[in-house]
């Protein structure tokens, strides 16, 4: 299968601080890519889906603000916690397809984001 | 709003024993369903994926089965190893393009040595 890679796996930051994940499709073009947080114990919720190119559109409760996320090549995306707090804290895994209707996900191996 | 259910919520088995874990979703207009492996503090591993034509897929000593009309799928896994303790999660593609993944909140399996 693809290679969808997220980096970094694991970061601590203080309250307040931004910090910036990046997802990168490594072996094809990722036209959509997908921004998860998955709390303990808890499903895989959909944050936002950003297209190549063009704004994000987020899911209902998500601050676009706080979540900035760019979209600016095929093969790259990131998500920014702006002035991050504890209860930000959470593993955050990304997603990436091509074009095609009903092509198979692929997915980073996540950031645990922990803001102390 | 399609919604995914996982039961049980655990299981544990000893080592050799065939288990199936249920996944079941509310709306049966899906494209795909897939089936995830997650290791603590780890990302996915896509395990099997099974396109609406399909009914089910086989890896190894792996099948998931898929009954759109009911709204269910399993994955049957045999002679359960203590390396198959993980959490599986079940997923639904539906919407415009199936760009909607919806999953489960999983099944932690532990297989007991």
């Known amino acids: 299968g693809a290679v969808v890679s997220q980096h970094p796996s694991r970061v601590i930051c203080k309250s307040g601080t931004s910090v910036k994940i990046e997802c990168r499709s490594l072996?094809?073009?990722?036209?959509?890519m997908f921004w998860y947080r998955q709390f303990p114990k808890q499903s895989l919720m959909l944050m936002a889906t950003?297209?190549?190119?063009?704004?994000?559109?987020?899911e209902q409760g998500v601050e676009k603000d706080k979540f900035l996320i760019n979209h600016a090549s095929l093969t790259l995306s990131t998500l920014t916690v702006t002035s991050a707090h504890p209860e930000d804290s959470s593993f955050y895994i990304c997603?990436?397809?091509?074009?095609?209707?009903?092509?198979?996900?692929?997915f980073g191996q996540g950031t645990r984001l922990t803001v102390v | 709003k399609q919604e995914v259910t996982q039961i049980p919520a655990a299981l544990s088995v000893p080592e050799g024993e065939n288990l199936v874990l249920n996944c079941s979703f509310t709306d049966s207009a899906i494209y795909n369903l897939q089936w995830f492996r997650q290791d603590p503090g780890k990302g996915l591993t896509s395990l099997l994926l099974i396109q609406s034509s399909q009914r089910e897929q086989t890896s190894g000593r792996l099948n998931a089965s898929l009954d759109k009309s009911s709204g269910r799928s399993t994955l049957y896994i045999a002679a359960s190893q203590p390396g198959d303790s993980a959490t599986y999660l079940c997923?639904?593609?539906?919407?415009?393009?199936?760009?909607?993944?919806?999953f489960g909140k999983g099944t932690k399996l532990s297989v007991i040595p």
């Open positions: 072996d094809f073009q990722a036209t959509t």
């Open positions: 997603s990436a397809r091509t074009g095609a209707v009903n092509t198979e996900a692929f």
């Open positions: 997923a639904s593609y539906s919407g415009a393009g199936s760009y909607q993944l919806t």
């Open positions: 950003s297209n190549e190119g063009s704004k994000a559109t987020y």
